[in-house]
Every structure is written in C-alpha cells, then in structure tokens.
C-alpha cells in the first residue's frame, strides 16, 4: 500500500503534501525534524490520507495535489473545513477523490 498525505504545520498553517509506503514513520518524521524540507515547521496535523495500490499511483496523486488545480481543492476543502460541521467536510473530502 502507499499513501499520499496532506500535512498542516501547527507552526505557520502551511500544508505539505507527499508519499510513502509507510504513513506512521513518515509522518513521525516530520514530527521529529528528520525530514529537510519540513524541520522548521514542526510539529504538523495531517489533515488526511488516500490509499494506493502502486507507487505510481501514489506519485502521480502526489503531483497533481501539488499542481494548480490541486491546491485549489485544497483551498475549497479549507473553507468547508471551517465552515461547516466534521462530517459535511468528509463528505465534500471524498467528493474530491
């Protein structure tokens, strides 16, 4: 399994988004400052996570949320997050899958 990943820095309220085949270790890797790109955000949230069968998968996911028009969703999925109620924002979630 792999899995792509959207994080938000507790710090500054930015979002990574990356891969792995390993969600816990990655995700405590860049809670504990292993991770370059993200050890002057810590600590981090993760906002939430998609499952792949191949890594392709997963890396072509990866990319497209990190295009123009998957930090737009990320944008729409932020608004439904603070305005409306947790499980009206899952819904609009797997909307975007």
Known sequence: MFYVYVLQSLKDGRTYVGFTDNFERR???????????????????????ETFATSKEAKT?????KSGSGR????????????????????????LR
């Open 27 to 49: 995700f405590n890797e860049h809670n504990n400052g292993h991770s370059k790109a993200t050890k002057h955000r810590r600590p981090f949230k993760c906002l939430f996570t």
């Open 61 to 65: 996911r990866e990319l497209w949320w």
């Open 72 to 95: 737009r969703k990320l944008k729409e999925y932020f608004v439904q997050l603070n305005g409306n109620s947790k499980s009206e924002s899952r819904i609009f979630l797997n909307k």
